[in-house]
């Protein structure tokens, strides 16, 4: 199943108003989200970096954990009035007249 940005967050905030009842207060949010982040990285650096899985960890899943992240992110964009198509769609604009020509001449990315 294919999904929009602007679909994402229309499901999440259905979801809320129906299952979970209301969204938490934005500060709340972030402070998941810092969470959830977090579980992330314990993840990527046991899975990329050099630490060793926990056995703990050995059941986490790292898309899961990415999906928590943006569930948490799109709850805080639709708070706070926040189209996230347009704010990618403006984000990509300026990284690309930004780094148009810095990256190319990066020699550390050859």
Request: aromatic share 6%; net charge negative.
């Amino acid at each position: 199943m294919d999904i929009t940005l602007r679909e994402a967050q229309e499901k999440v905030d259905t979801w809320i108003r129906t299952v979970g009842v209301r969204y938490y207060n934005e500060l709340t949010n972030l402070g998941i989200l810092m969470e959830e982040t977090g579980e992330l990285a314990r993840i990527m650096v046991r899975q990329y970096g050099e630490q060793s899985f926990k056995e703990s960890d050995k059941q986490k899943d790292l898309a899961d954990e990415m999906a928590d992240v943006l569930w948490v992110l799109l709850c805080l964009a639709n708070q706070t009035g926040v189209d996230l198509t347009a704010a990618l769609e403006k984000n990509f604009e300026k990284k690309t007249m930004r780094d148009r020509e810095r990256h190319a001449g990066n020699k550390k990315l050859k």
